[in-house]
Each structure stands twice: as structure tokens, then as C-alpha cells.
């Protein structure tokens, strides 16, 4: 129970012939300064039911209400401030973490319902990007905070492996390919032949024609466009794999366009059985007028079909196999209309469960100010980055520590959990601009400082020797502790709002206070005085790693135990 909820249930209890527990949890508010307590009440609201003024509405009820989970009430014109036990709830949280562990904040309101989880998706035959970064590290992160509150993410990486360019790919490679140059670097070939294509497709527009051709036999299943194509798959998904390896994501089904389709015609089939198909033109649509959208695109005036006839068959199909509690689609705020006409045409079919698919939109990641383009100017790439990182890690931690043993290992975890929590410390939506000298940085909001805070920590763990007991008296009682102690209090409540959010940026922020508010305590007390405090003081350091370690793993990061000979315990004695 965490304290707005003690606070609720002890001013209820003197005021439940008037106010309900809801409309008491709703007025409660959080002090803008610790001199205010932690809690507020304010009394206006009762002041026409008792015909009073809120001061002494205040005064009677601080009279009232049972005091014992609280040091003192204080009445300050018509706000009842609660100042909590810090003793009592600092014991009972830090016997619970020590008690709970990495657990600490697991629960089970997910009931193992499943979550296809539709990430990253990158285009075969291209390179991934900085642009495919926002998609793959939230979409992992909230895989792993979906686990944490009781359901069963399924990650999948909706490939575009599918379209004319495959037709212009394998005209280009048949032309000025070979199979060593794309083995030997697989992505840089197949865009170089790509470009190829494009380039000499200007003077000889003929080449579009066969291109169209080739594309038309590995639709009907060509035994040779087939292999081609799948053979540009296996090699790109090599080298995509190079980068998921450095990232740490992992996939359930690599299902991508191609997959569905075979699956499309049972889709229009449905829809023409439901008498849903109007034409236009030509062309085939679904009206929505009755969402305030425009009409769906089914089929164009050729037979062709497009991205939604596809989305609604990965739909179905993914009800049918999973059968989700909830769907989420990590694809950037540019999709938002796609998405509602998708989730329209399904409720149109009859399919309520539609109900249950969510796109979860982001922002962009800008450079300089500006947006990163694939079209103009140079792609980012997303590996060249994570190398950097690694390797600016790797010099910071060489100067703090040359004698480290995994280095190497060591620089890796903080490199790319560097960029990855850069991304997911900003809200979802926002558009944020990225620089690789201050996302690596040990100092700051980044995650080095989060993660050089955790190894500080458990280093004076180390030195002190501290072994946790479930059983032992960690009442503590002073105000910088408390301040630490109500960030680990009011861990599950974060986790839970992380997830009903899909927000992993609620978990970062929590990594990063956490992080601030145990570097102000480790300044300012001395943590291995000793005195009789001092084992409470060592559970709450304690406490701090398990869950520093815990808001990293949620957001896809490693928590290393040491990264410097320097993380000095000086102030802790």
C-alpha cells in the first residue's frame, strides 16, 4: 500500500458519511515541498457539507483521524499535511525487497494473456537505420514490462520483405551482380544494385518492364524468382542480426509481408460475404464514413492489393494464433490514420477484438534539429553508431579503470545501453535530437550514470560485507534516506504505469531520480558508521541495486557490477 493510499483510507474512515474512498483518493495531493509532508488533504470540498470554513474543517479532522501510520498531521490554513512513519514504511518496503528481489513490483493483472508486440520491421535488402531504432528498443522494452505485470509478449518483426523492388532487384543482380560481392558484404551490394537499377532505369525504362515481369513470377512462384528472393532474405537478415545481436532483442516470428500472402483472398472474401466492398473506379474500398475516415483502399483497379489488405490478414491470423488479450503496433505517428482505418474495417467485419489492437505511436529522432532522412543526404546507420558508442565508452572507462578485466564486455553494456536509453528515456511521443558525446556521458540523465550508480552501490555492498535478512529491523528515520525509500515504496505502482502507458520512458525517469536521490544520500551520510543503523542503511543500498538493475533490465540494459577502480567509498564512512 503505498502512502497516498494510507492517507486516503485513514481521512475516509473520518469522513465516509460524506465522501466516498474514490472522491478522497482524487482530492489528495502531493506537497511541492518535504516541508509540507507527503501527502496533502485540502478541506474545501467539505466546506458546504458542514458548513464550516475549510480551516476548521481541517483542525476538527486532524482531531479525528487515527495517527498511528503517521509521525504527525499538521493543519496549515485548510490543508491537512500527512507526514508518514518513516520507520514503519521504510522497515516493511525494504524487508519486502529483500524478501521479493528482482520480483519486487511483479504482479499478475496480465493474467498470461498474450501480446503480439509488431516491432522494428525493417525493409529487406536496405540498411537499418537510426529510424529503425525508436521502433525496436521501445517495442522491446515494453515486452519486457508487459512480463512484468503478467502477460506473455510475443515480439515480432514484420519484415518488408515483399514488392516490385524485389522484381528491380533481381534484374539488377542477373545484369551487374554476384553471388561473392553480395555474401561478402550483403546489405551495401543489394542497395548498390538497387541504386543501380534506378539509375540506369532512367535512359533504359525498359528495365522497369522486366522488372515488372520478374516480380510477376515470384508472385505466381517461380522456382528461380523464388530462390532469389529468399536467398536476398537469408543474406539480409545476416547482417540484421548483427545489429539485433549488439541490441540484445530477440524475436518470436520473423513473419514478415510475405508471409500473408496467401492469406489476403480470404480477407476480401470476408469482406465481399459481408457486403463491405463498394467500387470506385475501378477499384475496390470499404466505406468508413461512419468513423470520420476515409474509405479503405482494398484492391486497386489492377487486382493489386495494399498495405491494409495485408494488415487486416496479419490481424486475423494473429488472433487466430495467439489468441491476444491485447495487440501493439510500435510504428511511428505518421501511421496514426492507417491504423484507425485498420481497426475500422475490422469492427466493420464484426471483429470486436479490434478493440483490443493499440497503436503505440513515437516521435522522431532528429540530428542537429533535423530529421533523418533516407532520401537526403546520408543514411545514419544505426551499427555505425552503436560502435561509436561502444568505442566512447570503452575510452571513459579505460581512463577510470585501465586495469578492469572485461573491458571490452564491460564498454559493449554501457555503449549501447548508452543509446538505447537516451531513446527511452524520452516520452514515446516527443521528438528528441540525438548527439553521441552527451548520450555517452557518465554524468547526467544518461544511462552511464544510472548504470556507474549501481556498480558504486553494489561496490560499498562489497566492502561492507552486507548479507540481507528478511527478518532484520530496517527501520530508518532520517530525511535524506526518506527520500530514497519513497522512490523503492513506489516502484510497483511505476512498473504498472509503465504498462498500461506502453511508456518506458516512466521506467527510465524512475532509474534516473532513483539514481540521483541514492547519490545525494551517499554524499551526504556517513552509510558504514558504525552505529546501529547502519545494517538499515546498508538494505536500503541494497534495495537500490536490485531495482536499478530491474528499471535497466525492463529497458533492455545491463546493470555491470564494476565499471571503475574509482567509485571511491570515502563519504561512506
Known amino acids: 500500500m503505498n502512502n497516498k493510499d494510507l492517507v486516503a483510507k485513514a481521512v475516509y474512515d473520518a469522513v465516509k458519511d460524506d465522501l466516498t474512498l474514490e472522491q478522497v483518493e482524487q482530492l489528495l495531493e502531493n506537497p511541492k515541498s518535504a516541508e509540507h509532508g507527503d501527502v496533502a488533504f485540502p478541506a474545501f470540498s467539505l466546506a458546504k457539507v458542514y458548513r464550516k470554513a475549510p480551516q476548521q474543517i481541517a483542525a476538527d479532522l486532524a482531531e479525528k483521524i ?53 516491432m522494428s520491421s525493417p525493409n529487406i535488402a536496405k540498411p537499418i537505420s537510426m529510424g529503425h531504432l525508436r521502433s525496436t528498443v521501445i517495442g522491446n522494452s515494453i515486452g519486457f514490462i508487459m ?11 514484420h519484415l518488408g520483405d515483399w514488392g516490385t523492388q524485389f522484381g528491380k532487384l533481381i534484374v539488377a543482380y542477373k545484369k551487374w551482380g554476384t553471388e561473392e560481392a553480395v555474401k561478402a558484404e550483403p546489405i551495401n551490394e543489394l542497395l548498390r544494385l538497387y541504386v543501380q537499377f534506378h539509375e540506369v532505369a532512367e535512359t533504359e525504362p525498359e528495365l522497369n518492364e522486366e522488372a515488372r515481369a520478374w516480380f510477376k513470377r515470384l508472385e505466381e512462384g517461380d522456382k528461380e524468382a523464388i530462390q532469389l528472393w529468399q536467398w536476398f532474405r537469408d543474406e539480409s537478415m545476416k547482417e540484421f542480426n548483427k545489429i539485433y545481436d549488439l541490441l540484445e532483442v530477440r524475436f518470436d516470428s520473423l513473419n514478415g509481408e510475405a508471409f500473408y500472402n496467401d492469406k489476403m483472398d480470404e480477407i476480401v472474401k470476408l469482406l465481399e460475404e459481408k457486403h463491405l466492398l463498394n467500387e470506385d473506379k475501378g477499384a475496390e474500398i470499404v466505406d468508413l464514413s461512419a468513423y470520420d475516415l476515409n474509405p479503405a483502399l482494398i484492391k486497386k483497379s489492377d487486382g493489386a492489393t495494399l498495405y491494409i489488405t495485408r494488415d487486416l490478414a496479419a490481424a486475423l491470423y494473429r488472433k487466430r494464433t495467439y489468441d491476444f488479450k491485447q495487440s501493439l503496433y510500435v510504428v511511428g505517428n505518421e501511421q496514426s490514420y492507417h491504423f484507425k482505418q485498420l481497426k475500422a474495417v475490422l469492427k466493420e467485419m464484426g471483429f470486436d477484438w479490434s478493440d483490443d489492437m493499440h497503436h503505440i505511436p513515437f516521435g522522431l529522432i532528429t540530428q542537429g534539429g533535423k530529421k533523418l532522412s533516407t532520401r537526403k543526404g546520408k543514411i545514419v546507420l544505426l551499427e555505425e553508431v552503436l560502435n561509436e558508442a561502444i568505442q566512447s565508452a570503452k575510452e571513459q572507462i579505460s581512463e577510470k579503470n585501465p586495469d578492469l578485466e572485461n573491458k571490452d564486455a564491460v564498454a559493449k553494456q554501457v555503449g549501447v545501453g548508452a543509446v538505447i536509453f537516451h531513446d527511452l528515456k524520452n516520452d514515446r511521443l ?26 558504486r552501490a553494489v561496490s560499498l555492498l562489497e566492502k561492507a560485507g552486507f548479507v540481507p535478512s528478511e527478518t532484520a529491523d530496517y527501520a530508518l528515520n532520517d530525511d535524506t534516506s526518506w527520500e530514497v525509500v519513497k522512490l523503492v515504496q513506489k516502484y510497483p505502482e511505476t512498473v504498472l504505469s509503465a504498462g498500461e502507458k506502453y511508456e518506458p520512458s516512466v521506467i527510465a525517469k524512475h532509474a534516473i531520480k532513483l539514481a540521483q536521490a541514492f547519490n545525494k544520500y551517499y554524499a551526504h551520510t556517513k552509510i558504514l558508521a558504525d552505529d546501529e543503523q547502519k545494517e538499515a542503511r546498508l538494505a536500503l543500498v541494497y534495495a537500490v541495486t536490485v531495482l536499478l538493475k530491474e528499471d535497466l533490465r525492463l529497458l533492455g540494459l545491463h546493470a555491470p557490477d564494476k565499471m571503475s577502480e574509482k567509485e571511491n567509498v570515502k563519504s561512506a564512512f
Open 66 to 118: 487515527d495517527s498511528a501510520n503517521f509521525e504527525k498531521i499538521e493543519v496549515v490554513g485548510p490543508y491537512l499535511n500527512f507526514f508518514m512513519n518513516k520507520e514503519l514504511i521504510s522497515k516493511k518496503v525494504l524487508q519486502t525487497v529483500v524478501k521479493e528481489k528482482e520480483h519486487y513490483g511483479d504482479s499478475n493483472i496480465g493474467n498470461q494473456g498474450t501480446v503480439p508486440i509488431d
Open 147 to 157: 512480463e512484468k505485470i503478467g502477460y506473455q509478449p510475443i515480439r515480432i518483426n
Open 430 to 455: 516527443n521528438t528528441f535530437d540525438f548527439n553521441l558525446e552527451e548520450v555517452v556521458r557518465f554524468e547526467g540523465e544518461t544511462g552511464p550514470y544510472v548504470q556507474y550508480t549501481h556498480a
